[in-house]
């Protein structure tokens, strides 16, 4: 188990730090964090790369709602 920090993720992939954060908190990543450090296991994320993520969907009247319409 490799841990790399936020920053060296965040570059690699190409994305900012809250990125990475929001990622590993939705897949429930392994972190351990210090007031200096934060670092993630590198594994889970080389798993997370190759996951198709899910299209979202949006229902008929949050559509709506988002483009100003009443009903």
Avoid: C, W
């Amino acid at each position: 188990m490799a841990m790399v920090s936020v920053g060296l993720l965040a570059e690699e992939m190409g994305m900012t730090k809250n990125d990475v954060r929001r990622i590993a908190r939705s897949e429930k990543l392994t972190r351990y964090k210090d007031a200096r450090v934060e670092l993630y296991n590198s594994e889970d994320f080389e798993k997370f790369g190759k996951e198709k993520m899910k299209k979202r969907v949006l229902s008929p009247e949050h559509k709506a709602a988002l483009q100003g319409k009443k009903k």
